[in-house]
C-alpha cells in the first residue's frame, strides 16, 4: 500500500464536500495582495481628473515633488515612446466592413482626460500618506470640455476621440434584417418595448490592489495583483504594452476577495507600477480605496434598446426585432466590444423557436468609466430585454405567463438559432413544470386577494433564462474577433506517497476551486479529498491559463484536469500491468484500485504511484519515471445552462416599496459536482440580480459628467433583510461535450433574477394603470410611475 492510503470516506462526484479553503477565510489566515508588503516598498497615489472631459494644458509636479519622502512623480509626458496604451482583446468589425475604432487608451494621460477618474500622474513616495499627499499638491491645468454621459445623447455629443468624431466605435449586427422585415409585416401581432439597462457599479469586498517589483540580478519582474486571471494579464502586459519578454515578467494572484468580472481586465495601474518598479528599483503598492474603486472599477452593462416580437394570432412567435445602444464609457477596456455583440445578441433566441432574428447594435463612447464584462456580461442584459418583452407580448394577447412561453420553448436538441449558436441539449419545459409547482402558482390568486385586503398589491413575474458559458472554441472565437485563444490548461502530479498536486490556469476568487476541482480528481483516483492540493494564481508555477469568468471553470479547466487524469491513468495502467505481470489492456481502474479484468487480482493507487518514483520495478526502456502530466482544454462548444425564475413580490402603493415575498429558481446546469457550492453560486447571483432590479444604480450629473453614485451612501447594495427565503432546485440534462457533463452556474441568478423581479413588480401595478418600468424599481421610482397612472 502506499503511504497515503487509508480509510478515509472518498468523495464521490455530486456529493456536498465542504469547502477547504474555507476555514483559512473564517479564521482570517487569507492572504490577499494587501496583505503582502516586499523588502523597500513603497506606495503609489494616482492623480485623478475631477473632471468628465478637459484638455490638459499643464502639469505641475514641482511643489509635490518636493514634499517630504517623495520619490518620482510620473506623468503622461515620462512614459511617451516607453510604452504602448491599454489593449482591446476583441475586435468588432462593423456592418460596413471596417474595423471598430480603436482610439489610444494611455497608461497616464497625455492631451485629454475623457472621465472623472481618468489617471493624470502617478506619485511615488516612501509611505502612502506621503503619497497621497503629494498627490493632492500636484497641480493640473484644465480646458473643461462639454460632457456626455446618456449614451443616448453620445451621437450628438462634442468628440472624446480624434478616432471617433461622431463618437461611435462600431455598429454590428447579426440575422437577416429583410427576412425579417418581411416577417413583420405580415405578422397578426407586435409587441413592442423600449428599456433601459442600468449601469452598475462592481463592489468587491477586496478593492483593486498591486503591487509592482523588479530584480537587477534577474531583469525578472513580479506583479502581485487582485486578478481573475493572471496569465492573460502577463501577456496583455508583455506583448502589448510594455513589450517585455514574457519569461520575464511574473503575475501572482493569491487570495482574492471576489471579483465579478472587474477583476478580469488589465488595469493603468498595473501596468504604472511595473514599469516604475524598475525605474526607482524597488517595489511600489497601490490599494485603492472605495471612492477611488468607484470612479475607477470598470462599470457593466449600460444599455437602451428598442425590441419587438412578431406573433401569429396564437402567441407563437415569428421574428424578433432588436436595437441597442451600448454605452462604452471613455476608452476600450479589454473586453468590452465583445459584451453587448457576442456574448448579447446572440443569447436573444433565449429558450424560444423563434424563426428569425435581427439584432443590430451601436456602440458608444460617453465621458464615463470604462464598461465591460460584469457578472453574466451580455447574457443578463439579452434575457432582460426578451423576458420583459415576453411578459408583455402574454399580457397582450392575454395568455399566461407559463402557457406563451411553453408555447414556444424549444423541444428538439440539437438546435441551431438564428443568431450564430447551436444548443446541444435542455429541458426547458421540465425547469418551467418544477418552478410551478414550488412556486405554488396555482395559490397565487389566494395570495393576491389576501394582500388585495391589506391594500397592497401582489405581482407573480417569470424568467426563462439561458446562457452560454466556457467561451469556445478558439478558432470560432477568433473568427468573431477574439485576439487570444480561449482553451484552458491543466497539470496533475502525483507524488511517490500517492497524494496530488493540481495546477490550474482558472482562478478560484470565491467559486470554491480548491475543493471542486480536489473532488473531481479525487474521486477519480480514488483517494481522499484531503490528499489533492490546487495551485491557482501564479504564472510562476503554472503552464498556462486563461482564468476564470464566463462560469468556465469546471466546464473548460475542469476538462482540462480530465484530460491531463485521462493520460495519468493511461501510464499508471501500463506501471500496474506490469507488477501484476498482465497487459495493460487487461487492466481496469475504478475506486482507487487496478485490477486484471476477470480476476480478484488489484493493485492500488497509491502503490502504483510508489512505484513510478522507484523504477526498478518497471522497465525504464518503455515508460520513463514519474507520474505527471499536463492537458490543453478547447472545448467544441459553448455550454447552455438555463432554467425558469418565479418572483412574488407585494407592493405598498402609498410609498412605493417593494417586497419580495418568494423566490423560486430552477436551473439546469448539467452535471452538478458539489450541490453546495453550487446553491452558494445561485443565492449569491440572485442577490446580485435583485440588487440590479430594485436598487442598484450608476447616475452621473448629465451636464458635468461627475460621478453622483460615488459611494454607499449614494449606490445603494442588498442587504441581508432585503433578500427573501430562496426556493432552489435543478433538472439535469448534461453538457453533451464536455467529459464531466458540466455547464457553470456562477453567472445564473444574475442573468435570470432581474426580468424576474421587474415582471413580478408590473405584474402587481398592472390594475394602477402602470405599463412600463425601469431598473431599478426603487420606491421613489415606483410610486412616481403609480402617480403618473392616475387618470
Same mark, same amino acid.
Given at each position: ?6 480509510f ?10 465542504? $469547502?477547504?479553503?474555507?476555514?483559512? &477565510? ?12 516586499l ?29 517630504p ?16 496604451g ?8 462593423s ?26 500622474a502617478m506619485v ?42 461622431d ?18 409585416a ?29 530584480? $537587477?540580478?534577474?531583469?525578472? /519582474? ?28 511574473r ?17 493603468? %495601474? ?7 518598479a ?28 428598442h ?63 470604462? !464598461? ?10 439579452a434575457? /432582460? ?20 412561453? %411553453? ?22 419545459h ?46 470560432i ?25 493540481? &495546477?490550474? @490556469? ?5 467559486? @470554491?476551486?480548491?475543493?471542486? &476541482?480536489?473532488?473531481? !480528481? ?12 490546487v ?10 491559463g ?27 495502467k ?49 515508460l520513463?519515471?514519474?507520474?505527471n ?6 472545448p467544441?462548444? &459553448?455550454?447552455?445552462?438555463a432554467?425558469?425564475?418565479?418572483? %412574488? ?13 418568494r ?10 459536482i ?15 440580480g ?18 453622483l ?9 442588498? $442587504? ?23 455547464k ?7 442573468? @435570470? ?15 394602477? @394603470? ?9 420606491p421613489s ?11
Open positions: 500500500m502506499g503511504a497515503n492510503d487509508n478515509a470516506t472518498l468523495p464521490h462526484i455530486g456529493e456536498a464536500v465542504r $469547502r477547504k479553503e474555507d476555514y483559512r &477565510f473564517l479564521t482570517g489566515s487569507g492572504q490577499y495582495t494587501d496583505d503582502i508588503n523588502a523597500h516598498q513603497r506606495y503609489a497615489a494616482f492623480v485623478r481628473s475631477p473632471h468628465a472631459h478637459a484638455r490638459i494644458k499643464s502639469v505641475d509636479t514641482a511643489a509635490a515633488a518636493a514634499m519622502g517623495v520619490a518620482r512623480i510620473f506623468t503622461g509626458a515620462d512614459i511617451v515612446g516607453k510604452m504602448n491599454l489593449p482591446c482583446g476583441w475586435l468588432i468589425t456592418t460596413d466592413g471596417t474595423p471598430m475604432k480603436e482610439p489610444p487608451h494611455p497608461v497616464l494621460a497625455l492631451d485629454k482626460v475623457r472621465y472623472v477618474g481618468d489617471h493624470v511615488v513616495a516612501d509611505t502612502l500618506e506621503q503619497a497621497r499627499d503629494a498627490a493632492e499638491a500636484v497641480q493640473v491645468d484644465y480646458e473643461v470640455l462639454p460632457a456626455v454621459v446618456d449614451v443616448r445623447d453620445a451621437a450628438k455629443a462634442t468628440a472624446l476621440h480624434d478616432a471617433a468624431p463618437n461611435n466605435c462600431y455598429r454590428w449586427a447579426i440575422g437577416d434584417r429583410s427576412q425579417v422585415d418581411a416577417v413583420f405580415k405578422a397578426a401581432h407586435v409587441t413592442k418595448l423600449d428599456l433601459i439597462n442600468n449601469r452598475l457599479i462592481p463592489n468587491a469586498i477586496e478593492p483593486r490592489t498591486a503591487i509592482g517589483s523588479y530584480s $537587477r540580478a534577474t531583469g525578472e /519582474y513580479t506583479l502581485y495583483v487582485a486578478n481573475q486571471n493572471p496569465h492573460v494579464e502577463r501577456l496583455l502586459m508583455t506583448a502589448f504594452v510594455l513589450g517585455l519578454p514574457e519569461h520575464k515578467v503575475v501572482i494572484a493569491p487570495d482574492v476577495g471576489g471579483g465579478f468580472g472587474s477583476k478580469i481586465f488589465l488595469y493603468a %495601474e498595473d501596468v504604472a507600477l511595473t514599469w516604475a524598475k525605474q526607482l528599483n524597488c517595489a511600489i503598492k497601490w490599494t485603492a480605496d472605495r471612492s477611488e474603486a468607484f470612479l475607477s472599477d470598470a462599470h457593466g452593462r449600460d444599455h437602451a434598446t425590441a419587438e416580437m412578431a406573433m401569429d394570432g396564437q402567441g407563437k412567435f415569428l421574428a424578433l426585432r432588436v436595437h441597442t445602444d451600448a454605452n462604452l464609457g471613455a476608452y476600450l477596456s479589454t473586453f468590452a466590444t465583445a459584451v453587448p455583440t457576442i456574448l448579447y445578441a446572440t443569447l436573444l433566441a433565449g429558450q424560444y423557436t423563434t424563426p428569425q432574428i435581427y439584432v443590430e447594435v451601436d456602440a458608444w463612447f460617453t465621458n464615463t468609466a470604462p !464598461v465591460d464584462a460584469y457578472r453574466g456580461a451580455g447574457r443578463p442584459e434575457t /432582460y430585454v426578451l423576458e420583459r418583452l415576453i411578459t408583455r407580448a402574454a399580457w397582450e394577447l392575454g395568455l399566461p405567463q407559463d402557457e406563451i412561453r %411553453e408555447r414556444n420553448f424549444i423541444t428538439q436538441f440539437p438546435y441551431q438559432t438564428p443568431v450564430a449558436l447551436q444548443y446541444d441539449v435542455g429541458d426547458y421540465g425547469a418551467l413544470f418544477k418552478a410551478n409547482a414550488l412556486a405554488d402558482v396555482k395559490g397565487f390568486a389566494q395570495r393576491r386577494q389576501a394582500s388585495e385586503a391589506k391594500g397592497l398589491k401582489r405581482g407573480l413575474g417569470y424568467s426563462s433564462y439561458i446562457e452560454a458559458c466556457g467561451i469556445a472554441p478558439s478558432n472565437a477568433g473568427a468573431l474577433g477574439a485576439r487570444a485563444g480561449l482553451f484552458e490548461c491543466g497539470e496533475i502530479r502525483v507524488h511517490p506517497t500517492g497524494s496530488v498536486t493540481v &495546477f490550474t @490556469g482558472s482562478h478560484s476568487h470565491g467559486q @470554491g476551486h480548491e475543493t471542486t &476541482f480536489a473532488q473531481v !480528481v479525487a474521486a477519480r483516483l480514488g483517494i481522499p479529498v484531503e490528499n489533492v492540493d495551485v491557482h494564481g501564479d504564472t510562476g508555477r503554472v503552464p498556462f486563461m482564468g476564470t469568468y464566463g462560469s468556465r471553470s469546471i466546464s473548460v479547466g475542469g476538462a482540462a484536469i480530465m484530460k491531463a487524469l485521462d493520460k495519468i491513468e493511461t501510464k499508471a501500463k506501471i500496474a500491468a506490469h507488477l501484476m505481470e498482465a497487459g495493460d489492456g487487461d487492466v481496469e481502474f475504478s475506486n482507487g484500485e487496478f485490477r486484471i479484468k476477470g480476476t480478484d487480482k488489484t493493485i492500488s493507487f497509491g502503490q502504483v504511484a510508489l512505484t513510478a518514483y522507484v523504477p526498478h520495478n518497471y522497465p525504464l526502456d518503455k520513463e519515471p514519474g507520474l502530466e499536463t492537458a490543453f482544454y478547447d467544441t462548444n &459553448f455550454t447552455f445552462p432554467g425558469t425564475y418565479i418572483c %412574488e413580490v407585494e407592493v405598498d402603493p402609498q410609498t412605493g416599496v417593494v417586497k419580495i415575498e423566490f423560486t429558481a430552477v436551473d439546469d446546469f448539467g452535471t452538478i458539489n450541490p453546495m457550492i453550487v446553491e452558494g453560486q445561485v443565492h449569491g447571483g440572485i442577490v446580485q435583485i440588487g440590479q432590479a430594485l436598487m442598484e444604480n450608476c447616475v452621473y450629473d448629465k451636464d458635468t459628467g461627475q460621478l453614485t460615488g459611494s454607499f451612501m449614494d449606490y445603494a447594495m442588498p $442587504r441581508a433583510d432585503d433578500v427573501p427565503t430562496m426556493t432552489l432546485d435543478t433538472v439535469c440534462t448534461p453538457c453533451t461535450h464536455n467529459p464531466l457533463g458540466t457553470g452556474c456562477g453567472e445564473a441568478g444574475a442573468i @435570470g433574477a432581474p426580468p424576474a423581479v421587474i415582471n413580478a413588480v408590473l405584474d402587481a401595478l398592472k390594475d394602477l @394603470g402602470v405599463r412600463d418600468l425601469d431598473m431599478p424599481a426603487s421610482r415606483v410610486w412616481e410611475a403609480i402617480q403618473a397612472a392616475k387618470p
